[in-house]
């Protein structure tokens, strides 16, 4: 199964849609294990040196945000 990891902070401006984001497509990729991990509470891996970065499957896909649409197609394309 894929995974997605996608990396915030508290302070990030842009985590917060980052959130939404998650939140509006997990739903329409079941077959991937999408987690939210907030560098407050988490080691920050060296690959990702900014938020919000999206990493599946420990290869870095985006950082900041993509479009609902982009995240679908790359998610759905990954399987």
Request: contains cysteine.
């Amino acid at each position: 199964m894929p995974k997605l990891d996608v990396y915030i902070e508290d302070t990030c401006w842009a985590c917060a849609e980052s959130r939404r984001i998650v939140a509006d497509i997990a739903h329409q990729v079941p077959r991937v294990d999408i987690e939210l991990r907030n560098l407050n509470d988490t080691r920050r891996p060296g690959a990702v040196f900014a938020t919000p970065t999206y990493v599946l499957d420990d290869r870095v896909i985006y950082m900041g945000n993509p479009t609902r649409e982009e995240l679908i197609q790359k998610l759905t394309n990954s399987r």
